[in-house]
């Protein structure tokens, strides 16, 4: 059978079919473009995601090339390391150029936690990561000498760092057992 029909009827038939051959290929459009914005949306989160968990692995990365430096010169360097070791035990035992060393030594290392405090604070460092390092503050922070220097650095930390700092120093949160136990290493 033709597909228009007779000459006098395929006026009607032939608008009437166009008529919804339109409006099915306008709906089908719609729910094709939609779909594209969801994939689109989904896509787009996908990145997110990823850039995300890109950006956690940057600053730890940072922050540990920071922590490695300070002790790749601890380790490297025998002077420093005794005056480091005397001076986070007792800063009075210090001559002033060995308070200095100890000084630039603990800011660049305090500086590192600063900038993991902030990272963890972003949501840009896993919380299970923040909670070791914030144990390695505390950590240095039981040192009679790191105490000291905390209270006399020259140059302040941001103020919520600093706040950070001072809690742990006020409730002491240090696990003791460790302490004892490196002593003990150190000691022999």
């Known amino acids: 059978m033709p597909l228009f029909g007779a000459a006098g009827r395929s006026g009607v038939i032939g608008d009437r079919r166009s008529t919804l051959d339109l409006q099915v290929l306008a709906n089908i459009g719609e729910f094709v473009g939609g779909i594209a914005?969801?994939?689109s949306l989904a896509y787009l989160a996908l990145q997110v995601?990823?850039?995300?968990?890109?950006?956690?692995?940057?600053?730890?990365?940072?922050?540990?090339?920071?922590?490695?430096?300070?002790?790749?010169?601890l380790s490297h360097d025998g002077n420093l390391s005794r005056s480091f070791a005397?001076?986070?035990?007792?800063?009075?035992k210090l001559t002033p150029q060995e308070r200095i060393q100890l000084t630039w030594a603990l800011y660049e290392a305090f500086g590192a936690f600063e900038f993991m405090f902030y990272a963890a604070e972003a949501r840009a460092l896993p919380d299970e990561v923040w909670v070791r390092w914030s144990s390695t503050v505390a950590w240095w922070l039981s040192?009679?000498?790191?105490?000291v220097w905390w209270h006399h650095r020259?140059?302040?930390?941001?103020e919520s760092f600093s706040s950070f700092v001072d809690e742990i120093l006020e409730n002491n949160p240090t696990d003791r057992a460790a302490?004892?136990?490196?002593?003990?290493?150190?000691?022999?």
Request: charged share 20%; hydrophobic share 40%.
């Open 37 to 39: 914005v969801i994939a």
């Open 154 to 158: 020259p140059a302040p930390f941001s």
């Open 143 to 147: 040192y009679p000498g790191v105490q």
């Open 179 to 188: 302490v004892e136990r490196w002593q003990q290493f150190v000691a022999g």
């Open 86 to 92: 005397k001076g986070i035990a007792d800063v009075s």
């Open 49 to 73: 995601r990823q850039n995300t968990q890109s950006l956690r692995t940057e600053n730890y990365a940072r922050a540990l090339d920071r922590i490695a430096a300070m002790q790749s010169q």
